[in-house]
């Protein structure tokens, strides 16, 4: 029984390593994968999904609906943000980056000083439950299986939907595009209010069990960065493969040697990947069936 | 003219003497630096330091200043980099030429700054509890060290909880030397050492760390964990049913945690504080209500903002005791070793031999719906560790910080 046990330990772990990196990097990997822009506002969508779904919470909306709003607010403000500014930077990628740092450390202040330097948290729901020797949080399996669930559901706008169709239209070539008829302009805004709300969705989902502070942004970004890093230009065929590999390092690490190990340990996968699959894990798989 | 308008500018708070009498200010200001992190990582511990200081300024002011010179603050954010400490320090000791600065929060702040102030020869307060050891005749240090807050609070929790204790500590100067401290007090106090983890700056995310607390069984578990991103600890223990006895130098009385977090993720929390703004007595309520006078919308009165509150006092006591603001004067007023202040907290007085503060220590505990009671008070607990050690700069000023693995070497 206690090898069961252990086996359960290591997968719950290694899954909520999984979830975290997933659902932080997932945003970000929209945007860069179909867009190509580096969004250094990421963690600040984030925040804006937490913050919104906390405030929600508190006035007593139910959690799955805050955070529902949470994200669509994070989306609804990723739009805004395209219309207004990054759409006039597509041509100048190093641009971008620099503008999406301004308006990520405008964010950050500008919520210290209006809103405060914390908020409370809501608490965590459901409970834990006991397996073997070691109690567990109920809320953590339920970050997973939304982990796996925004994979799904972005596989099928992706692939089964006229949107994700015209999207990856729009991406691959642009000027036939819109000489077929296709509205580039908005598919561009979408794409992008996509990749804010799937932020926002991450920030909803952790607020209940972090602290709400305006840099809290900043504890997704490493993570997010290097798992688009690792995984490449697709979300399916990198982000989630990546997030898998990165999130077992990480785990078995951290139980064997405690948490600095299951950083170094995290990072350095990523060097010895970057260095074998210069173009990320994704490219390596298309190159492989190509 | 535009330079100086700019710079005029760049000084963010300034206190004008309103309503200081004529004859104050005509007098030249005393000038204080305040490098605080008001932005950051550390801004929801350090906001409420500057409001201390400012707190103490406009009464001081009102009342006629130090001496008759009113004193003026020249306030930077330091944003919780250690690297902006470096350039502000520069910049009050050389061209605001400030006569006295406070600053720091976190440990690795203070030894990036230390050595400018070294250079500059100049005169700073460190109003932040830490992990001990400076030994530094340009430092006074009003924060509480371990000898007043590990001393007192560890033995409490091994009688009452058990031996067994584990540690997790954030992973700087800070985390490293106080958990030393733990692991000697705990031994010599009979208990056991069942597992120490250091947690990088910065880390949320613990489930694999509450697990290995979990594994190891402690009766008690030490939390040194510093900054937002890791009091997301809490959180995620209270979720998974972690419910061992806590202890804390740093939780509660810095962070407060108890009001950040919904209950009862800090249940059973016990944290030794000088001060924080539940504690009961006359004195303390006063301060708290004259403090929500001034910033109503302060979320919580730490420790920290009441030893910058009571820095200032002293500061000003110093000067006006030796009639002079250079630092060798002052040190000389310091060596009498009677420089003492009425407090929120108690009486506090400034050890000459290592220019550290003696403090009131509360032993705070956390109920399970985050209410505080007080199970235990330690009356005038004096900063014995470094003159003990041989640490004593009315005899000379080694400028080093020394740790218990680490001590002076006159005592070797």
Redesign the interface.
Known sequence: MDVLYSAF?LL??SG??FA?LVLSACGLAVIFGMMGVINLAHGEFILCGAYVSTSATHMGLPLPLAIALGAGVAGLIGMLLERLIVRHLYSRPLDTIVATWGISMIV??GT?IVL???M?????PF??F?VG?????V??IVLMGMALATLAALWLVFTRTRFGVLARATIQVPHIAQALGVNTGLIYSLTFGLGAALAGLAGGLYA?????????G??FI?EAFVTVVIGGADIFLGTAPAAAILGVVK?AL??WQ???A??IGMLLAVIVVIRILPRGISGWILKERA | MARHLISTLAVLGILLPFSGPAAAQEKTPIKLGVLEDQ???F??AT?GKVHGIQLATAEINAAGGIDGRPLELVVYDTQSDNTRYQEFMRRVLQRDKVDAVFAGFSSASREAYRPIVNQFDGFAFYNNQYEGGVCDANMVVTGAVPEQQFSTLIPYMIEKYGKKVYTIAA?YNFGQISAEWVRNIVKEHGGEMVGE????L????F???I??I??AKPDVLVTLLVG??Q??YY??A?????KVPMASSVNVGQGYEH?????P?LANMYATVNYIEEVDTPASKAFVEKWHKKFP?E?YINQEAENSYSAVYLYKQMVERAKSTKRDDIRKVIAQGDVCFDAPEGKVCIDPKSQHMSHTIYLAHVGEDHTIDFPKVWKDVKPYWLGDAGCDLTKSDPSAQYTPSNPPVATK
């Open positions: 330990s719950y772990q909520d390593a975290f950050t202040q210290l405060g330097s914390t409370q948290g809501t608490g965590t409970g834990s006991v020797n070691y109690s567990y949080s809320y953590r209940p069990t972090m602290t709400l502070v305006p840099t809290m900043s504890a490493v785990a951290t139980s405690g948490q600095l299951g950083q | 932005s950051g990582d801004a929801v906001i992973d983890e250091f947690i990088p910065g880390v949320s995310q489930s694999q760390t697990q290995n979990q594994t937002t991103a009091a997301s959180e995620q209270g979720a998974a049913n972690l009001k950040r977090f919904k209950a993720s919308n979320p």
